[in-house]
């Protein structure tokens, strides 16, 4: 299984830039995926997932109305759209995949690191302000 994450670089506050994550050993179809993401010194923390059926969509609150997760099942690719992009939102930002079945009435459905199986290696986005 591999996760195939890019699209970073270097983008000026309220920029955009487009993360891809291409999958290749599984169907994504079967899986909920999440974008994660770590900054220098901090630990990973949850941005975005989507559901199988993409009826389901979750964002970290701090990037809500800015971020947009999305999925195409017969491309195995899953993306994050990211607009007004912020200083703090710079970081390495990895896709996921987990096979859980959540209550998405849950706050907390697709949020937690240690429900994904299969990480991809990263992208570092970098917002100067």
């Known amino acids: 299984v591999q996760l195939q994450a890019s699209g970073g670089g270097l983008v000026q506050t309220g920029g955009s830039l487009r993360l891809s994550c291409v999958a290749s050993g599984i169907t994504i179809s079967n899986y909920i995926m999440g974008w994660f993401r770590q900054a220098p010194g901090k630990e990973r923390e949850f941005v975005a997932v989507?559901?199988?059926?993409?009826?389901?969509?979750y964002y970290k609150e701090t990037v809500k109305g800015r971020f947009t997760i999305s999925r195409d099942s017969a491309k195995n690719t899953v993306w994050l759209q990211m607009n007004s992009l912020k200083p703090e939102d710079t970081a390495v930002y990895y896709c996921?995949?987990?096979?859980?079945?959540?209550?998405?009435?849950?706050?907390?459905?697709?949020?937690?690191?240690?429900?994904?199986?299969?990480w991809g290696q990263g992208t570092l986005v970098t917002v100067s302000s």
């Open positions: 989507v559901d199988w059926s993409s009826v389901n969509k």
């Open positions: 996921a995949e987990t096979d859980i079945t959540y209550d998405w009435n849950s706050p907390v459905a697709g949020c937690m690191v240690a429900d994904y199986d299969y």
